[in-house]
């Protein structure tokens, strides 16, 4: 029997029940088993896993996560409580058992965490103190919206994407040894590149790193059909988790409870008599509880709920995904389904009471991303200065940096699939060693290595994104042309910092083999357009793309990048000699405000020329053509594009808006010192995304652009730059061609 309830509570209701559409009677035994929380004053966790009064009140637990969850989005008629809704016991116990650092690779599970942090009080932080204040702010502006962020109080981690879960439960459980990071997965998810063999990959190089519990809940469907994975026995599923390097395997199946007669092999334990239903939530319990000590003492686990998709709301299978705009709370289906969910008001009391307590306290002022994680403290780097009269390779004057940051801070990892040597970068592995389990200084493998090798961009940006996230220093590098494929988890991520109510390390990014250095190659790897998407989030207010013209400038870049914060940072680096052109306060001045002018010459008869450049190989085709122009009596201002994102106006991006925000945009007066001129060619070895915020400030009545165009094998840099309208003599036509 359920009531309805009005806007304030129900008679005896907590407050925040405030705007609950129904209440429920008592259950049967509630006197005896609800008498008092499971988890008493003062614990983390419930004491005993076999107790009748913990399994009674985990089940209390899971039902209300799916109350919640189903009024929350039916007060919109939008958001996904199907997936959730099938995880609930699980999630339950794992709060129970004192495991709230939960993350997820399913950010259709969003609406059921919300509901969790607002049972265990942590959206308070966000002024939703009732039931009512979560309805109004879901999936609205400065509140919840449709899928996980960081910035939400108790919430470890963003989700979005599928396949991105994962690398924020590893880099958790790295940083935070002791601490279980349980990893909710959809079986919809499970089909996604890179899931397990990312965490089988993790788990040979740091097999010592087990406390994160890959949690899959297993419910027959994705969101719109049937998982992939659906026709598996719990056999054949447990061989596919062991196949991937996985020592032990939990799993409980539902339908071993059911005592209703469904067919499938997926059923709704909430359809079982109270009593099956009690059965089932007790072994799930104990199973969450044997997978969790599993994986703090050393084992690689899994623990696997296979219950069907929708238990317990208002549909079954891919129909209960999402909700659609007809399903409101005054539809029979939502009414009859938070009917059959409605605790009476002391139950709701005492799951509040359970939440609170677990874990230590509420998320919000408990998880480990909700305070900074302390660093080690590095001091100067210990840049070089290159004279004038040198070459050098841009990334082996990184690298140095990097392995002496290596040093200093210990957790510090770097990541990076297509191998360092070939990026010359072997000055990393020389000094902070791949980490492999098969030791070997001919290759500078070693176990306890900082290099992680995955032959998967989307590993490489997963692990060293996760840990930035949650608060340790990393880099991620890859050749330019492939990083596309690891870019998702990055922009996440950064998106997330932008939010975070907390300092963390930036994203760094260091990309090498630019398009212009893979002539033998071709066009498979020759591939810079990423440089127009990086070049795009700039506008958002925390993405920087960096294009140091020489060694000196590299080293001014990284240290700018590893030592910012809440920043997403990109450095697009040569892996070839190049002429030096900065001396290093230049560079550093350069990094700072965005530009920095690397040759003037006399004027000239026929006005001054501005070549603005992003990009470092092709400034030999800009010098070359600088000549020629003098010959022809104009003046030339080479200017090095080495901060794009500083050059734009501050109107123009959204600065203001993110943590640890960056208001220090060029002002006009050293725009027009630099860019003012008769005529300006806006030149970029890549794509001409990162050209756009001079083109849009400068005055110039006559303007250009030359741009990469498309790649193809050739035997020399010289021959691509032909190719694509690089050289100096199509630098040259250009400028003439501006008089006609």
Same mark, same amino acid.
């Given at each position: 029997?359920?009531?309805?309830?009005?806007?304030?509570?129900?008679?005896?209701?907590?407050?925040?029940?405030?705007?609950?559409?129904?209440?429920?009677?008592?259950?049967?035994?509630?006197?005896?088993?609800?008498?008092?929380?499971?988890?008493?004053?003062?614990?983390?966790?419930?004491?005993?896993?076999?107790?009748?009064?913990? !399994?009674?009140?985990?089940?209390?637990?899971?039902?209300?996560?799916?109350?919640?969850?189903?009024?929350?989005?039916?007060?919109?008629?939008?958001?996904?409580?199907?997936?959730?809704?099938?995880?609930?016991?699980?999630?339950?116990?794992?709060?129970?058992?004192?495991?709230?650092?939960?993350?997820?690779?399913?950010?259709?599970?969003?609406?059921?965490?919300?509901?969790?942090?607002?049972?265990?009080?942590?959206?308070?932080?966000?002024?939703?103190?009732?039931?009512?204040?979560?309805?109004?702010?879901?999936?609205?502006?400065?509140?919840?919206?449709?899928?996980?962020?960081?910035?939400?109080?108790?919430? %470890?981690?963003?989700?979005?994407?599928?396949?991105?879960?994962?690398?924020?439960?590893?880099?958790?459980?790295?940083?935070?040894?002791?601490?279980?990071?349980?990893?909710?997965?959809?079986?919809?998810?499970?089909?996604?590149?890179?899931?397990?063999?990312?965490?089988?990959?993790?788990?040979?190089?740091?097999?010592?790193?087990?406390?994160?519990?890959?949690?899959?809940?297993?419910?027959?469907?994705?969101?719109?059909?049937?998982?992939?994975?659906?026709?598996?026995?719990?056999?054949?599923? &447990?061989?596919?988790?062991? @196949?991937?390097?996985?020592?032990?395997?939990?799993?409980?199946?539902?339908?071993?409870?059911?005592?209703?007669?469904?067919?499938?092999?997926?059923?709704?334990?909430?359809?079982?008599?109270?009593?099956?239903?009690?059965?089932?939530?007790?072994? =799930?319990?104990?199973?969450?509880?044997?997978?969790?000590?599993?994986?703090?003492?050393?084992?690689?686990?899994?623990?696997?709920?296979?219950?069907?998709?929708?238990?317990? =709301?208002?549909?079954?299978?891919?129909?209960?995904?999402?909700?659609?705009?007809?399903?409101?709370?005054?539809?029979?289906?939502?009414?009859?389904?938070?009917?059959?969910?409605?605790?009476?008001? !002391?139950?709701?009391?005492?799951?509040?009471?359970?939440?609170?307590?677990?874990?230590?306290?509420?998320?919000?002022?408990?998880?480990?991303?909700?305070?900074?994680?302390?660093?080690?403290?590095?001091?100067?780097?210990?840049?070089?200065?290159?004279?004038?009269?040198?070459?050098?390779?841009?990334?082996?004057?990184?690298?140095?940096?990097?392995?002496?940051?290596?040093?200093?801070? &210990? &957790?510090?990892?770097?990541?990076?699939?297509?191998?360092?040597?070939?990026?010359?970068?072997?000055?990393?592995?020389?000094?902070?060693?791949?980490?492999?389990?098969?030791?070997?200084?001919?290759?500078?493998?070693?176990?306890?290595?900082? *290099?992680?090798?995955?032959?998967?961009?989307?590993?490489?940006?997963?692990?060293?994104?996760?840990?930035?996230?949650?608060?340790?220093?990393?880099?991620?590098?890859?050749?330019?042309?492939?990083?596309?494929?690891?870019?998702?988890?990055?922009?996440? =991520?950064?998106?997330?910092?932008?939010?975070?109510?907390?300092?963390?390390?930036?994203?760094?990014?260091?990309?090498?083999?630019?398009?212009?250095?893979?002539?033998?190659?071709?066009?498979?790897?020759?591939?810079?357009?990423?440089?127009?998407?990086?070049?795009?989030?700039?506008?958002?207010?925390? *993405?920087?793309?960096?294009?140091?013209?020489?060694?000196?400038?590299?080293?001014?870049?990284?240290?700018?990048?590893?030592?910012?914060?809440?920043?997403?940072?990109?450095?697009?680096?040569?892996?070839?000699?190049?002429?030096?052109?900065?001396?290093?306060?230049?560079?550093?001045?350069?990094?700072?405000?965005?530009?920095?002018?690397?040759?003037?010459?006399?004027?000239?008869?026929?006005? &001054?020329?501005?070549? @603005?450049?992003?990009?470092?190989?092709?400034?030999?085709?800009?010098?070359?053509?600088?000549?020629?122009?003098?010959?022809?009596?104009?003046? *030339?201002?080479?200017?090095?594009?080495?901060?794009?994102?500083?050059?734009?106006?501050?109107?123009?991006?959204?600065?203001?808006?993110?943590?640890?925000?960056?208001?220090?945009?060029?002002?006009?007066?050293?725009?027009?010192?630099?860019?003012?001129?008769?005529?300006?060619?806006?030149?970029?070895?890549?794509?001409?995304?990162?050209?756009?915020? *001079? %083109?849009?400030?400068?005055?110039?009545?006559?303007?250009?652009?030359?741009?990469?165009?498309?790649?193809?094998?050739?035997?020399?840099?010289?021959?691509? %730059?032909?190719?694509?309208?690089?050289?100096?003599?199509?630098?040259?036509?250009?400028?003439?061609?501006?008089?006609?």
């Amino acid at each position: 029997m359920t009531t309805k309830s009005a806007s304030s509570p129900n008679a005896g209701a907590p407050d925040f029940c405030a705007g609950m559409h129904s209440f429920g009677e008592p259950w049967p035994d509630f006197d005896t088993h609800g008498s008092h929380p499971a988890i008493a004053d003062k614990a983390r966790a419930i004491s005993d896993t076999r107790s009748p009064d913990a !399994a009674y009140q985990t089940l209390l637990m899971a039902d209300a996560l799916r109350y919640v969850t189903l009024q929350m989005c039916a007060s919109k008629a939008s958001g996904h409580p199907g997936g959730f809704a099938s995880s609930a016991e699980a999630y339950a116990a794992l709060v129970m058992l004192g495991h709230t650092h939960i993350v997820t690779e399913v950010g259709h599970h969003a609406p059921g965490f919300y509901s969790a942090m607002f049972l265990d009080g942590s959206l308070e932080g966000l002024g939703i103190h009732t039931m009512t204040d979560l309805m109004a702010r879901f999936r609205e502006q400065h509140g919840l919206l449709g899928h996980l962020s960081g910035a939400i109080p108790g919430i %470890l981690a963003p989700a979005g994407p599928l396949g991105q879960g994962q690398h924020f439960a590893m880099a958790g459980a790295l940083l935070h040894p002791g601490v279980l990071f349980p990893l909710t997965i959809g079986d919809g998810g499970l089909g996604e590149p890179y899931v397990l063999s990312a965490i089988k990959h993790f788990h040979t190089s740091y097999p010592g790193t087990t406390n994160f519990l890959p949690t899959l809940i297993w419910n027959g469907f994705s969101q719109e059909h049937h998982s992939m994975v659906s026709r598996l026995s719990n056999e054949g599923m &447990r061989r596919y988790f062991e @196949a991937h390097g996985f020592e032990r395997v939990v799993l409980v199946d539902a339908k071993d409870f059911d005592d209703a007669g469904q067919a499938g092999d997926y059923v709704d334990s909430t359809r079982f008599s109270f009593a099956r239903r009690l059965a089932f939530v007790q072994a =799930v319990l104990e199973a969450a509880d044997v997978a969790a000590r599993s994986a703090l003492d050393g084992t690689l686990t899994a623990f696997i709920l296979k219950q069907l998709k929708g238990a317990g =709301v208002h549909a079954h299978g891919a129909k209960s995904h999402n909700l659609y705009p007809g399903d409101t709370l005054d539809k029979p289906q939502i009414e009859a389904a938070l009917a059959a969910r409605a605790l009476s008001p !002391a139950a709701w009391a005492l799951v509040r009471e359970n939440f609170a307590r677990a874990g230590g306290g509420p998320a919000a002022k408990t998880m480990v991303t909700e305070t900074t994680l302390e660093l080690a403290d590095l001091g100067a780097f210990p840049l070089h200065e290159y004279a004038a009269t040198e070459k050098a390779v841009p990334s082996t004057a990184v690298g140095a940096l990097v392995a002496w940051l290596g040093g200093k801070d &210990r &957790r510090f990892v770097v990541t990076n699939a297509d191998g360092n040597e070939a990026s010359g970068l072997k000055n990393i592995n020389d000094a902070l060693k791949i980490r492999h389990p098969t030791a070997d200084p001919l290759y500078n493998q070693e176990p306890s290595g900082q *290099v992680y090798e995955p032959l998967s961009e989307d590993a490489c940006a997963g692990l060293a994104a996760g840990l930035a996230l949650f608060g340790g220093r990393s880099l991620w590098l890859s050749y330019e042309s492939f990083a596309i494929n690891g870019w998702p988890i990055f922009q996440t =991520v950064t998106q997330a910092m932008a939010e975070l109510r907390r300092r963390t390390p930036s994203v760094v990014g260091l990309f090498t083999a630019g398009a212009l250095e893979q002539g033998r190659n071709g066009w498979t790897h020759q591939r810079p357009e990423i440089e127009n998407y990086i070049a795009a989030q700039m506008r958002n207010g925390n *993405v920087y793309l960096l294009f140091p013209p020489d060694a000196n400038a590299a080293q001014a870049a990284y240290e700018y990048a590893a030592t910012s914060w809440n920043k997403g940072m990109v450095i697009i680096a040569s892996k070839s000699p190049l002429p030096i052109h900065m001396t290093m306060e230049a560079a550093r001045r350069a990094v700072r405000e965005g530009a920095a002018i690397l040759y003037e010459g006399a004027d000239g008869r026929r006005g &001054r020329v501005v070549l @603005a450049v992003a990009g470092d190989m092709v400034l030999l085709s800009v010098f070359a053509a600088k000549e020629r122009l003098e010959a022809e009596g104009f003046g *030339v201002r080479i200017v090095a594009l080495v901060n794009p994102r500083q050059l734009y106006q501050a109107r123009d991006v959204a600065a203001e808006t993110v943590a640890e925000p960056d208001l220090s945009f060029m002002g006009d007066q050293e725009f027009g010192r630099l860019f003012d001129g008769d005529r300006i060619v806006a030149i970029s070895g890549g794509p001409s995304g990162p050209l756009e915020p *001079v %083109l849009v400030r400068a005055k110039a009545p006559l303007r250009a652009t030359l741009a990469w165009r498309r790649g193809d094998t050739t035997a020399s840099p010289s021959e691509l %730059l032909n190719l694509n309208g690089l050289d100096a003599d199509t630098i040259v036509a250009r400028v003439l061609a501006m008089d006609e």
